[in-house]
DNA sequence: TCCATACTTATTTTT
DNA sequence: TAAGTATGGA
């Protein structure tokens, strides 16, 4: 048992093996917040204040959830399965399935992920013939989740203007469509768990007299919904409540925008009346210097619980800092940097390159791919999300639930079988008129379109019943013939990767199996429904892994919040420029520009040995160039830590005017960048791109210009502070800086 | 039904 | 720029 608690630091002890009460961890970036969180479980099972059963496990994410149970068992010698350790998705999916007559849902209620809830939503909105300009489905998408995940059903959302009163009324129009097809959204998972536990007392007594212990990863991204969820699973307000272990980070809360509210951790500590906080301050990942930066940025964020990290490893390197006329010169820059690091023996997989928005990666790709450098982007299609993954998973969906009417209307046409969008149309509105589902509505049709369409519910049928008490890989393998997907994949030009891909699903299907099947451990039930039900909702809870060639050595790129939860020895952060990062879209409000600061305290803190910053003074963005300033965030590093690497000349952009800017001497961008006539404008010697001066707002660039002569006007950065202004060239005294 | 062309719009994203 | 959607003609 003392092998469990060895080598881990005072703090963790103090967090491991807190008694049986409420406790909030602070958790630092690389101070061993998984490790703590998994000891304590294996703690309290070693030492048997807890049954396997009594346990409840919450993390946001797949990946984090399954790392729980690899390291659980590598600890102690138990079987896992059948523990209620997993996603706060998984874990309501697994208790709706066991309670679904209870929670109103037929046994084989199938999930929606996002693309599949604004497939419903727009035929939605068909239905009702609302005009869907005036209410965008994807706007209303957000609006009805945004409700769910605060926990309000339609009928207690509070609407004062027609506009709010109509979408209350398309939301609860939407319920009603869901509930009608057997189909949940995700914040529905989470709504309808908290809804049965609310108002079924048994069923509430039951899990609440069961689970002893919870235990929150990431507390610091759950939503309203999931702290009122997790409040009254743990029975807060009862006599015996389960202890609840939260772990979290309030400086890396870099969710807000999809609804994680950071104030749980200040109210789940006042709520629960935790006695003592617990902060893991001391860093085994970074060298000081770099912890040291990040100290110093996030210290200028209010509102925090407090923290400073720190670490033994010593100061290490100063952070590399490189200023780039261009985003071309920018990526090329560190492209030669990466080479020289490999030459230098670093290894490939070691190297992250980190941004703040997607559309930088292809600047970087390009130097990248134009040097042969092998590298891998993170993000983009995962493997469940492919169309051609998806049409099969509604043919499957059609054979576990017909009145799935998002999966019918994906497939009905789909290879086409000549139903147009008139017979469609018609099978809806008789939908509407009968209050069936597409698929049961068929049999009331009569004509031309009941034939295509009947067509094609006997094709459902058939496989249906053909593969009844089939192993399901090979219903997979039967649906994918007689759908006709695969004879038209075959037929397409370029169908060979999308039939792979097809293949593919046959063999996650056997491995979905072989996993599924393995047996519980004692007083462990398993997820109730049928193996197919379950595979789909598999399938809709975990989407897969992110393409790309995981285990080659390559350079890693992927936005700051992919990075969040890992590490590198050397990270280049790119496009640290105002507007970019942080984001212009988040500098008007003061919580926007906290959670960018965040953002920016998570990447930091991914390094381990070696980070570099750069920034480009001008990048091509939507087909424009645009010049910027530094980031603000530059001046919230104390300068001993940085390290220029571009002449301390260039910064405020008065390099310009100096002959070798770029890094390989290469000038002609520059060149045509500083010409100081815009488009045969006179703007009395200024030019877009120049730095210049204001008397009352400081420095900036001219970002724009519009008129000519005495009307010109130009749009000047400010930077920090100031942001963009618009001035008119002959009120405003700008001098050229 | 399919294909070409025009138009729009442009953080971050897991479940 | 460039991807995604919408529209209209064959």
Known sequence: MASLLDKLNPEQLAAVTLPAEPALILAGAGSGKTRVLTTRLAWLLQTGQVTQSGVLAVTFTNKAAKEMLTRLSAMLPINTRGMWIGTFHGLCNRFLRAHHREAALPQTFQILDTSDQLAAIKRLLKALNVDDEKYPPRELQHFINGNKEAGYRAHAVEAWDDYTRKRVELYAEYDAQCQREGVVDFPELLLRSYELLERNEPIRRHYQSRFRHVLVDEFQDTNRLQYLWLKLLAGHATASPAAVFAVGDDDQSIY?????????????????????????????????????????????????????????????????????????????????????????????????????????????????????????????????????????????????????????????????????????????????????????????????????????????????????????????????DVSGLRTHYKAEREGEERLANLDELINAAAYFVHEDGAPPAEGEEVLAGDPLSRFLSHASLEAGDHQADAGQDAIQLMTVHAAKGLEFDMVFLSGLEDGLFPHENSITSLEGLEEERRLMYVAVTRARQRLYLSLAQSRMLHGQTRYAMKSRF????????????????????????????????????????????????????????????????????????????????????????????????????????
């Open 256 to 480: 807000g925008f999809r609804g994680a509210e950071v104030g749980n951790m200040r109210d789940f500590e006042r709520e629960f009346k935790v006695p003592r906080v617990i902060r893991l301050e001391q860093n085994y990942r970074s060298h000081g210097n770099i912890l040291d930066a990040a100290n110093a940025i996030i210290a200028n964020n209010s509102k925090r619980l407090g923290k400073n990290l720190w670490t033994d490893q010593g100061s290490g390197e100063p952070i590399r800092v490189y200023e780039a006329v261009a985003d071309l010169d920018e990526a090329r820059w560190i492209v030669e940097e990466i080479q020289q690091l490999v030459r230098d023996g670093a290894s490939r997989s070691d190297i992250a390159l980190l941004y703040r928005s997607n559309a930088q990666s292809r600047v970087l790709e390009h130097q990248l791919f134009s040097l042969g450098i092998s590298y891998r982007v993170y993000g983009g299609l995962r493997f469940f999300e492919r169309q051609e993954i998806k049409h099969a998973l509604a043919y499957l969906r059609l054979i576990a639930n017909p009145d799935d009417d998002t999966a019918f209307a994906r497939v009905v046409n789909f290879p086409t079988r000549g139903i147009g969008a008139r017979s469609l149309e018609q099978l809806q509105d008789a939908s509407r008129v009968y209050n069936t589902s597409l698929y049961a509505t068929v049999s009331h049709l009569s004509g031309k379109p009941a034939q295509a369409v009947g067509a094609f519910v006997r094709l459902i049928e058939e496989m249906r019943h053909a593969t009844t008490g089939l192993p399901l890989p090979e219903v997979v393998d039967h649906v994918l």
């Open 634 to 737: 530059f001046t919230e590093i104390p300068e001993e830590l940085l390290k220029w690497l571009t002449p301390r000349v260039q910064q405020g952009f008065g390099a310009v005017h100096t002959p070798t800017r770029n890094y390989d001497g290469d000038n002609h961008a520059t060149s045509r960048l500083n010409t100081p006539r815009q488009n045969g404008r006179d703007l009395g010697g200024f030019y877009v791109g120049q730095a210049v001066r204001h008397g009352r707002f400081g420095s900036g660039v001219i970002v724009s210009a519009e008129g000519s002569g005495a009307d010109a006007r130009v749009q000047v950065n400010f930077g920090s502070g100031v942001g963009i202004k618009l001035l008119a060239l002959s009120v405003a005294k700008l001098e050229a800086e």
